[in-house]
Nanobody, 115 residues
Framework: QVQLVESGGGLVQAGGSLRLSCAVS????????MGWHRQAPGKQRELVAT???????NDADSVKGRFTISRDNAKNTVYLQMNSLKPEDTAVYYC?????????WGQGTQVTVSS
């Protein structure tokens, strides 16, 4: 089993910054990609950013230039630095990892951006 615990969400004004963290524990052998998705009220869950074990990143167009994903393999933690936040970034943010061919998900952390 793999456990993921997100932290760092909260309320911030437009233009502000937040840093999300996701600590991964348990049977971590075989974990490759790590990433963040988000789900706004009434909308489908969408990809925000991913990062491979080799550090290759992929960002959604909506966050390019504003969000940065990174990982610390020694700490089994993935981060999402979010700058220049907009009200439309308001959502529950979920961390996930790919272990072999199975995705594991965290419980989510709320990010609210006020205008």
């Amino acid at each position: 089993q793999v456990q993921l615990v997100e932290s760092g969400g909260g309320l911030v004004q437009a233009g502000g910054s937040l840093r999300l963290s996701c600590a991964v524990s348990g049977d971590i052998v075989g974990i490759n990609a790590m990433g963040w998705h988000r789900q706004a009220p009434g909308k489908q869950r969408e990809l925000v950013a991913t990062i491979t074990s080799g550090g290759i990143t992929n960002d959604a167009d909506s966050v390019k230039g504003r969000f940065t994903i990174s990982r610390d393999n020694a700490k089994n933690t993935v981060y999402l630095q979010m700058n220049s936040l907009k009200p439309e970034d308001t959502a529950v943010y979920y961390c996930n990892v790919l272990k072999w061919s199975y995705y594991y998900w965290g419980q989510g952390t709320q990010v609210t951006v006020s205008s």
